[in-house]
């Protein structure tokens, strides 16, 4: 990407809130994920408002924002990629919120994170609706019992979180996920991404993580 890019970022940013905002009465939050994007891209899109990010790795997030925290004490910074248990603790003293809690032994490593750093954070469930082998998550059967062991070892879940298999339509992933999350008592949806945000904010998302819409195509996948 070249700098001569970057004034796109701001109108690209109003085009999709506009969107946003006329599928939903309580339209979803607009998560920008900025994995693999220069500081160029970041200065444009926070100086057209924008506050809430999704990262996917804990060391870039870091490189990104670990600074810009001083300058922006607003930002809520949300870790949407998955965490290797030994990284607990460096999440932890990053992140506001993380998306991807998908098993009991990053339970534990997490809650002696929150104890060692004496910070509280909130939690979201990764769910593997499409129940892919190869993807990170919790089986929709499994949430209730990852919930319970969350909640044990005193982190505050407040939602769940999934990635549809990329060959599906994204409704029926979008639905299930809501579904859950309802018999559950559990509020935040985190569901939607460049190429469905607009389903996901038909389906109840409360937040919608977007990287590629906002920003053009990353140089690789991340
Ligand atoms: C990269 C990523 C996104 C954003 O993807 P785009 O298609 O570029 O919007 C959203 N969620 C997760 C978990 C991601 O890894």
Same mark, same amino acid.
């Given at each position: 990407?070249?700098?001569?890019?970057?004034?796109?970022?701001?109108?690209?940013?109003?085009?999709?809130?506009?969107?946003?905002?006329?599928?939903?009465?309580?339209?979803?939050? *607009?998560?920008?994920?900025?994995?693999?994007?220069?500081?160029?891209?970041? #200065? !444009?899109?926070?100086? /057209?408002?924008?506050?809430?990010?999704?990262?996917?790795? %804990?060391?870039?997030?870091?490189?990104?924002? /670990?600074?810009?925290?001083?300058?922006?004490?607003?930002?809520? @910074?949300? @870790?949407?990629?998955? @965490?290797?248990?030994?990284?607990?603790?460096?999440?932890?003293?990053?992140?506001?919120?993380?998306?991807?809690?998908?098993?009991?032994?990053?339970?534990? !490593?997490?809650?002696?994170?929150?104890?060692?750093?004496?910070?509280?954070?909130?939690?979201?469930?990764?769910?593997?609706?499409? #129940?892919?082998?190869?993807? /990170?998550?919790?089986?929709?059967?499994? %949430? !209730?019992? *990852?919930?319970?062991?969350?909640?044990?070892?005193?982190? !505050?879940?407040?939602?769940?979180?999934?990635?549809?298999?990329?060959?599906?339509? /994204?409704?029926?992933?979008?639905?299930?996920?809501?579904?859950?999350?309802?018999? *559950?008592?559990?509020?935040?949806?985190?569901?939607?991404?460049?190429?469905?945000?607009?389903?996901?904010?038909?389906?109840?998302?409360?937040?919608?993580?977007?990287?590629?819409?906002?920003?053009?195509?990353?140089?690789?996948?991340?």
């Amino acid at each position: 990407m070249t700098d001569t890019d970057f004034p796109g970022i701001a109108k690209r940013r109003a085009e999709i809130l506009s969107d946003l905002a006329g599928l939903s009465e309580t339209p979803p939050t *607009l998560v920008a994920v900025t994995k693999t994007q220069p500081d160029g891209a970041l #200065e !444009e899109i926070l100086a /057209a408002g924008q506050r809430v990010f999704g990262e996917n790795r %804990v060391q870039e997030a870091y490189a990104h924002w /670990a600074d810009r925290r001083a300058d922006y004490p607003d930002l809520e @910074l949300r @870790l949407i990629g998955p @965490l290797q248990s030994n990284k607990s603790e460096d999440a932890v003293r990053l992140f506001d919120v993380i998306e991807t809690l998908d098993r009991p032994k990053l339970c534990r !490593e997490l809650a002696k994170a929150e104890e060692k750093t004496g910070q509280k954070r909130q939690y979201l469930i990764q769910v593997n609706t499409g #129940e892919e082998p190869q993807k /990170a998550g919790v089986a929709p059967d499994g %949430v !209730e019992e *990852l919930l319970r062991t969350a909640r044990d070892q005193g982190l !505050e879940v407040v939602g769940l979180m999934c990635i549809p298999p990329v060959e599906e339509p /994204a409704g029926p992933h979008f639905a299930l996920l809501a579904k859950i999350a309802h018999r *559950l008592g559990l509020t935040q949806l985190s569901m939607g991404m460049s190429a469905d945000y607009d389903i996901g904010a038909r389906f109840g998302a409360t937040h919608v993580r977007v990287g590629s819409a906002l920003f053009g195509p990353r140089d690789y996948t991340a």
